[in-house]
């Protein structure tokens, strides 16, 4: 299979939108087996970010590469090819489909034969904790299992990054500990960085290595998690905002 | 009661034969947002495909001359090329652009079978006879069955099951459905686009070879416009059945061909004429109830 690629870099990412600036001069690295800690305030620009390292939003000036090498012109097709797999807040698993046949898509994409890409499925939604019945068709799967299928599909890909879109939104205290856990095993059991876009603190600290921090469309801090808790830029930009992000500071 | 089972087997035949048709577009329609008219003149040169083109009534056979297997063959062959000529020229190079240009394209492939077909056959209607032997009524039971109703059936259902175990068991059907619900995200864990579309074209070229010859079989007549009824009942078959639902297809298939059937017998002989308003206000009070069809899948949805 392909071999697992070592560092994706995006390297001063300005992206506009007819004058508006989303981002603006974001530097941020993701080295293979790391956790990094997407975070910010509404609007900060997180989620241009991960299109712009996915392939989905092409940058105005600035460059995302893979152990060097420039993907940031490639569509999001070649982006995936070159080991970056991504997961949608929205979840977007196919709901015509069984949870299995979601991971078996993935699977054959990546070019294992049915029967590998079906033994990987079981393997993966196995090692993901999730027991409710791989044939179940997901037109009616819980929010929280749809979240997990979606994790697995991504990983199914055997991507070399993986950047998860708010893996953790409406999930309740119990979920996002089992979600907590299935993230930290990450990068041991796929040989990849992720990268986690959240709004929940909780699990921000609780699985990141390093946490990266945008507002505004610029970088604010990166650092430790404890780092990053202290910082007074950080817990302004947070709490400035109408105070409606006290758990943030958490 | 006996009469009862008749009107069912007949309705049921209907129903799956317009169930074949509604598949058809919702596979193209799921992998594409193509919307596809020119499936209606498949079927039109299918049945042509029979005879040789000349200005008769009542031309001399052309493929309709082979035995039973190869004439089979020959018409859902070249059927099936068509429609994959027509992806490759047609659609193919318009896959980025909005599905309005798309529908355009069809339409403007649509014009051109039916004008082709007008040149080189005349735009009379004509006569062929095939399967002579199968508009024979079978008895069963008691029961006089039209045989061309039988053998509509064991088809159309044959079809569908084979078309179900290929979309549910095979890798490439895997993808297809994958691709047909949600195709940005089917290309961006790996399914090859190009090889997912020209399956889907090619298996509704398949399906509507297959629909040309039991239309001819069971009315012995050709035209033009031949095609158009069954497939625009299909589009509001997937329609009432959930766009990018292939089983909404089917569903909705079996509910307009069993409606008409059924207004077809039950409607008092004055109020017959007026089958197809019965089956559309039908179609409009489904959509009033489900706006969504009646199965609703993620590609009904807006996409990210």
């Known amino acids: 299979m392909q071999e697992q690629k070592l560092t994706l870099e995006a390297r001063e990412i300005r992206v506009e939108f007819g004058g508006i600036r989303a981002l603006n001069g974001v530097d941020l690295t993701l080295p293979n087996g790391a956790i990094l800690g997407l975070i910010g305030p509404n609007g900060a620009g997180k989620t241009t970010m991960v299109n712009v390292m996915s392939g989905f939003q092409k940058p105005s000036t600035g460059e995302v590469r893979v152990d060097g090498v420039v993907v940031s012109g490639f569509t999001p097709q070649q982006t995936a090819r070159s080991g970056i797999a991504r997961s949608f807040q929205s979840a977007r698993v196919f709901r015509d489909l069984t949870v299995e046949q979601n991971l078996t898509v993935a699977g054959l994409g990546i070019g294992l034969s049915k029967k590998a890409a079906t033994e990987q499925a079981r393997d993966i939604l196995d090692w993901i904790g999730y027991r409710q019945g791989n044939d179940r068709r997901c037109n009616s799967l819980p929010y929280s299992d749809e979240r997990r299928v979606s994790i697995a599909r991504a990983l199914a890909t055997r991507p070399s990054f993986a950047l998860l879109d708010e893996p953790a939104s409406g999930m309740n205290e119990r979920e996002c500990e089992q979600l907590m856990e299935v993230i930290v095993n990450i990068p041991r059991r796929f040989r990849c960085g992720v990268m986690l876009i959240e709004h929940n603190m909780q699990v921000i600290m609780g699985v990141c290595e390093r946490i990266h921090v945008l507002d505004g469309g610029r970088t604010l801090a990166e650092g430790l998690p404890e780092e990053i808790k202290k910082n007074p830029d950080v817990l302004r930009a947070y709490l400035g905002d109408k105070g409606t992000r006290h758990h943030a500071a958490g | ?223 033009i416009g031949m095609g158009i009824t069954p497939v625009v009942y299909a589009f509001f078959a997937t329609v009432i059945g959930g766009m990018g639902s292939l089983g909404g297809a089917v569903l909705g298939g079996m509910v307009v061909g069993v409606a008409s059937a059924l207004l077809q017998t039950y409607l008092p002989a004055d109020l017959r004429a007026f089958r197809d308003a019965g089956v559309f206000g039908l179609v409009i009070l489904i959509l009033l109830v489900r706006p969504q069809g009646l199965i609703v899948t993620g590609a009904a949805k807006e996409r990210v």
Do not use: C, W
């Open chain 2, 1 to 223: 009661m006996m009469n009862f089972v008749q009107v069912m087997i007949d309705a049921l035949a209907l129903g799956s034969l317009y169930a074949l048709v509604a598949l058809a577009i919702g596979l193209v329609f799921g992998v594409m947002r193509l919307v596809n008219f020119a499936q209606a003149d498949y079927i039109t040169l299918g049945a042509y495909s029979l005879v040789v083109p000349t200005a008769s009534i009542t031309p001399p056979l052309l493929f309709g001359a082979l035995s039973p297997a190869l004439m089979i063959l020959a018409v859902i062959g070249m059927v099936t090329m068509l429609a994959l000529m027509t992806e490759r020229i047609a659609f193919r190079p318009l896959r980025r652009s909005d599905p309005a240009t798309l529908l355009i394209s069809s339409f403007a492939v649509s014009y051109f079978l039916q004008s082709l077909l007008t040149l080189v056959h005349g735009g009379r209607p004509k006569a062929v006879n095939i399967g002579g032997a199968l508009t024979q009524p079978v008895e069963f039971a008691g029961i006089r069955i039209p045989g061309v109703q039988l053998l509509t059936l064991t088809v159309a259902m044959t079809l569908l099951v084979a078309l179900v175990l290929f979309l549910k068991k095979t890798p490439i059907g895997i993808q297809l459905r994958a691709a047909a619900e949600d195709f940005q995200m089917a290309r961006l864990l790996g399914v090859p686009a190009n090889r997912v579309i020209a399956i889907a074209f090619a298996i509704s070229g398949i399906l509507a070879g297959t629909i040309s010859l039991l239309f001819v079989i069971q009315t012995g007549l050709l035209s």
